[in-house]
């Protein structure tokens, strides 16, 4: 009888002795297309050049602490189902820190560079302010050996300012000025922790920072508290010299019927009218740009072209559900159109941040790999896909010549600022009409894409 590939696969990686986390599992290998093998990657090769640079450097794969090691599995209709070993179930420091060994053994068998988390994810709340920062400090100690076991490095850090029930009217922008005191001391230790373990990054996600009913708010001067809040996480970061990027992620909805942060447009233009755009860049992630009815594509062109895109979380949504799913992204035509925005404007410091979680039915640790395996070799794809879209021209050809009354001499004075309605108007009595349109091709450019996608 022969033995699945599967199985085969984990026999072969079994390890004598099981006091790991993942003893059936040793760090996953590339194989190339033609494997079977769900425990290695068919097309991320980190050592591979695409574009003038090696996958690992165009991806920066970063995992999630949050959805990877603290996700449970619960929804509004049930408990929790994960299977988690090594986790049992405490909130004390000493889970803590077998958590976070367990979750380095995880980043390095994954070959993942990076990894990023909140403060509550990482170190339970103790019962003060001060406990609680005893708490973060023991649990950093550990993530900074593991760090330096491993060469696993931070890609940014945040403080989870929405699960408490004294967030209840958001953090920065709450009603309660003691609130808003306790949010920025408990920034204030996110960026210690975060400078201290050489993160590359500081994240802001307002997960409470809107309003419910506009009956009981003052949206202006919650958006005022909001702009001061960051001029001081901008002063303080300067005061310990942390130099890493702040980001702010847009989310549109979810849990407050409106986010102050919707959106990338709404983000920028609130930094825009504070003063901040030198400071803070955006961290797009699929799911919410879908809920801000956009396309991932869209959110991610739109902040590279104001030169404010920072980073991305790596995750797509059901589209029939109308929530946050935080699903892993396997879909080659997504990571595609992902990675043409990414190669043309860049990403680090920032990275593909996999903010996305096993479904609840994916209970076994097991699923944790295959999970991370599929949505890396889709990214890896999709960037394949992308960089010989970008090498043969084939799809910018096409919309330079869309463009091309442009670079006329009357689109030249136009796009100068040299021509006048007046002026324009006379162009036009003399012609009597626009020119007539080109075709915009939009068929033809999709099965362009197809065929790269055929062809990877």
Avoid at 209 to 232: I, P, V
Wanted: aromatic share 12%.
């Amino acid at each position: 009888m022969s033995v699945p590939p599967h199985a085969a696969t984990l026999a072969r990686n079994r390890v004598e002795k099981s006091m790991t986390a993942f003893p059936e599992v040793s760090k996953i290998q590339y194989e190339g297309p033609q494997s079977d093998n769900p425990l290695a990657f068919r097309w991320y090769n980190p050592d591979e050049v695409v574009a003038g640079k090696t996958m690992k450097d165009h991806l920066r794969f970063t995992v999630t602490y949050w959805h990877t090691f603290r996700g449970t599995g619960s929804d509004p209709f049930g408990g929790g189902t994960m299977q988690r070993p090594w986790d049992d179930g405490s909130e004390s420091v000493e889970n803590a820190c077998n958590r976070a060994r367990a979750a380095f053994e995880f980043f390095e068998k994954l070959d993942a560079p990076f990894y990023a988390f909140h403060d509550r994810d990482v170190a339970p709340e103790g019962g003060s302010l001060s406990e609680t920062n005893a708490n973060l400090d023991a649990v950093a100690k550990v993530l900074k050996e593991e760090q330096e076991r491993t060469g696993v490095k931070l890609l940014w850090g945040t403080a989870n300012m929405f699960s408490n029930p004294r967030f209840m009217h958001g953090a920065a922008t709450t009603c309660n000025v003691e609130v808003f005191a306790y949010a920025a001391a408990q920034v204030k230790k996110a960026l210690e922790v975060t400078k201290e373990l050489g993160g590359e990054n500081y994240v802001f996600w307002g997960g409470r920072e809107g309003y419910q009913c506009l009956y009981n708010t003052d949206m202006k001067r919650e958006l005022d508290h909001l702009g001061q809040f960051f001029h001081m996480a901008v002063d303080y970061a300067k005061e310990i010299g942390f130099t890493g990027q702040f980001l702010i992620e847009p989310k549109p909805k979810e849990p407050t019927k409106h986010q102050y942060d919707s959106d990338a447009a709404a983000c920028l233009n609130f930094l825009r009218s504070y003063d901040l755009t030198d400071h803070f860049k955006l961290n797009i992630e699929t799911n919410h740009a879908t809920l801000a009815g956009h396309e991932m594509m869209h959110e991610l062109e739109y902040a590279g072209m104001q030169g404010a895109l920072g980073s991305i979380d790596a995750n797509t949504g059901d589209l029939l559900l109308g929530w946050d799913t935080d699903q892993f992204a396997t879909n080659y035509y997504l990571t595609t159109q992902t990675m043409l925005v990414l190669l043309k404007y860049g990403l680090a410091p920032g990275g593909v941040n996999f903010d996305a979680k096993v479904r609840r039915e994916s209970f076994e640790p097991i699923d944790l790999f295959y999970a991370h395996i599929g949505s890396m070799d889709a990214f890896a794809r999709g960037l394949k896909v992308a960089a010989k879209i970008m090498e043969d021209g084939a799809l910018q050809n096409l919309v330079d010549n869309r463009y091309s009354s442009w670079d006329g001499d009357l689109g030249k004075k136009i796009e100068a600022g040299n021509m006048s309605f007046a002026e324009l108007e006379k162009l036009m009595l003399e012609k009597g009409d626009a020119a007539s349109n080109g075709s915009g091709r939009q068929e033809l450019l999709e099965n362009i894409v197809n065929r790269y996608v055929d062809n990877a």
